[in-house]
């Protein structure tokens, strides 16, 4: 009884500073107020660009954005998890300050990641009372928190069954847990990152009803997510982000898919490069019905089909997880083919190893510069010749030969204008814009009759990109195939000569790039139907 | 990289930055620090301990680098851990953790013992054949854990360890078994080996060993593969970054079997050098934890050859000396232990503040409205 009088005495205490707040002026203080938040990453990546909004308690908030645009750094900075550059956060009229994911727990901010923070051999009722704050229960056993978990998933519709093992769990369910741990540790703002990308639509529609009881009852929600449908069905207002920028907050209630599309792909094109018109060639890269599948045996890449000619940019657009990154892992040889043909110059490869590949001429510069296409801490040189060290003048009589790849490495440093104080420097300490132009230096020195391109210009500033892109298009003209895969529209319209459009792993639409409608586009990539 | 700590009880904060990039001097002096911060330790505990420091470490002096017969026991014991400590250290490059020295070692000799005891091999050929055999043991053994991580993704240091076990006990039974010597069938050892399979003794009057050329050849041997082969560049790409390793067209299963196998190969060498340099025949504790020890020479070493030869030899040193201490009738034999584990420690810890800048700022008020 006493525990209970305190905790009411401690609400009032805090209704009071609330409303001394209201009193002293600050009455448009909002329930959560993220103020000029700005993040920078290693190798130059603005990730968040002075980022301000704010939350009204018992709100529904969906933060909209296209994959890279800043939605999971910013959660993950209101959880703790990173700690902002500049900026600061107010959480009910608290300033967070060294803000950590025990302070964010403390303060009532649950987070349900992307991928789920529970350990698997642990029961349901291990795995929340895992991390508790203090003063833990001493027993693992405990029925006292058993009844609570038992009060909350009544209150809220949330069947969950402490004692089965998480690995028993469908992801679904393990979702709910999720849930329930933040409600248990009594979070007032829940943030929901991507929370729909591994349900079924049935789960879905199960997940909204929860979300909206919750905030009836007074929780706010951070609903993240890149799927219009679904932000148009469960929000209350809709705030989108690009490129690490707000661009703007609407009601839902006037929200259309066309006007949400619009805002996060974006209408302006800031780069204006001459594509002249080029012949196109022979056939370079035939693929066919090729699919392929993610390590949990997920199909993933369903049949897909395309040509690549010379002298021609085919763009791949589309939104992240629909396809795409599979797709190039499978024509590199990364992961294998479970069905289908890959064609390179004549020659069927869809069997070879990633050296037999690049050996037939295939370049590929991957989308996750820093984990797949350099090794940081080897020396600019000497990833240089990351796919050719073996070879001649490289090595010779099975020695290497450091003056030939220093003496390369100087060539093309000049040649593709590499920003570094010398070839000896370790490729972790250049900016990312000179590491991809490192990657295009090298995959190009090899000279290639393909070049796929995923996300050549994801997280670099203009100039790079303008770089990259012009060399892309000096690639083309030299009479190579370059397969482009890109989440960023523009630079799928910029550059390409053809587009096709994947989503749930098939191609949706393929179209020549002349006079495209942009909203059509959009449209066809977060999977809406056309009329 | 700027990290920072708060305690909360103490009205400092803490921050600390990696420093990339050690100047040479810093290298050498990190260990000279501990060195003689360990002494200074050591001596406040033999003090005591009722002893008299200074003698103590008179006897250090004396059997470490006192005489020509102490320094070459010191080498005896540096040939087996730079010999290892190169192996381990090239299979960490390749972010490999490959804690089975011991067991690596035990296979080797015992396949140098079995080879050594075959009455009927010509004798040039030996001691060829023995070291040949032993690198072969090891490598094999060794390579067992590369295939299970690399084919089945089994976590290599489980994997190690347990084959440890297994060596450690095969060891034991060939000695009481298969390999027993028939004329005395009470003692768990072999025979010894004919004269003709023995390392050959460098100067009369000590136990040096040409043993000596083996390290100083693994060592060389080492550096060239590493820094100057294919194979060197590609040990190190699929230890700093797999992914893109296997994406610049490197077999990275591959690569990391043959690493692994060249790391097992040099532990089982030491089986050899043990056996024909020193031991002459197969007993129990053959390698004295020269496996485990040579996981702290390794990366003491900081996984360079140089790096290893030097760590190896402060190693034998540090082992001979210690014992030394040890045949001071006043000080506690335990004691020695003691001394070794921390000058290990502040070894290691010194190594790792010197790659830190720490900052200490006094806190200031709270901000926060609560």
Redesign the interface.
Known sequence: MGKQLDKMLERINKNEVMNTYRKHGTSSMAYLEICEVTKHFPGGVVALDHISLSVEKGEIRAILGENGAGKTTLMNILYGLYQPDKGKMILDGKVLQGHTPQKALNLGIGMVHQNFMLVEAFTVLENILVGLPPPQPLLLTSTRVEKRIRELSRKYNLPVDCQARISDLSVGEQQRVEIVKALYRDAQLIILDEPTAVLTPQEVEVLFKVLKEMAAQGKTILFISHKLKEVCSISDRITVLRAGKVIGTIPTSEATHHKLADMMVGKEVILKLERPTCPSGKIVLKVSELSACKSRGVEVLKGVSFVVREGEILGVAGVSGNGQLELAEVLTGLIPATRGKIILSGKDITGSLPRGRIDAGLAYIPGDRLRWGCIPDFSVANNLVLKSFWKDPFTIHGLLQPQKIVGSAQRLIREFDIRTPSSKVEVKKLSGGNIQKMILAREMSLGPSILLAAQPSRGLDIAATEYIWQRLLQTREEKKGVLLISEDLEEILTLSDRIIVMYEGRIRKEMPNENVDINKLGLLMAGAEIG | MLKKF?ISFLPISVSVEKVTDLSPLKKILSPLIALILGLLIGAILILLAGSNPLLGYQALYEGTFGSLDSFTEVLIKAIPLVIVGMGIAIAFQASFWNIGGEGQILMGAIMATWIGTMKFLPAPLMLPLILLGSFVAGCLWGSIAGIFKSKFGLNEVIVTIMLNYVAIYLQIYMVRGPLIDKSMPFWPMSEYLPSYAFLPRLLSTTRLHAGLFLAIGVIISAWIIL????F??KI??IG??P?????????VGWTLILTVGLSGGLAGLVGANEICGVHHRLLDNISAGYGYTAIVVAVLGHLKPLGVLIAGFFFGALIVGADSIKQMATTPAALVLVFQGMILILVLVIDVLFHYHIHVVRKKEK????
């Open positions: 708060e820094y100057h082969l294919p060197g560049y190190q790409a700093l970054n992914s893109a390793a296997q994406y610049g067209g490197i077999n901000g926060e409205s609560t």
